[in-house]
C-alpha cells in the first residue's frame, strides 16, 4: 500500500499509527496488544454484523494492557474538523468508568504520544528515548540521552544482556 497517493483522512493517520506500531513491538512488546476495531462506515452486510454484535460509537483503537491503574486505553482517531458523535462521547464514558484510560486524538502525532505516555514506566527513559536507542542484532544499547545514559526500559533490559 502507498500512502503516498493516499489522501490524508483519519484512515491514514491511523496506518501510520499502526505501521509504527509494528516496527516498535519487538522493543515494546505491549504494542502487539493494540488494534483497530473496523467499525466505521457504511457496509452491505450491516445488519449482519450489528446481529454479531457491532456497535457504534466503539473507540477506533484498544491497547489492552494495564498501566498506571488503568485496565488498557482506548483511543477515537479524528482528523481535521471531525468531532466525536454521542455514541463516542458514550463508549468513552463508559469506558473510563470501567477503568480504562479514554482519550480522542486528532491524528497520528497525538495518538502516538498519548500511547508513548500510556505505555512508559515510572523511573525509565520515556519510550522515545528507547526508540531512538541504538540497537545491533536486535539488542538494545541503551538510552543515550543526558537523562537516563545508559538506562534501560524493561524490555530492553532483557535484550541487552
Known sequence: MNLANMKKSETTEQILLFTWASRNEDFFPALKNMFHVPNEGKRTNGPVLKAAGLKDGVPDVLLLVPRNGFCGLAIEMKFGKNKTTASQKDWLERLKKAGYKTA????????????????????????QFCEEAPKMFNKCLGCHSQDYKNKFCSSCEKKGE
Open 104 to 127: 480522542v486524538c486528532y491524528g497520528f502525532l497525538e495518538a502516538q504520544a498519548e500511547i508513548r505516555e500510556y505505555l512508559r514506566e515510572p523511573g525509565k527513559p520515556p519510550m
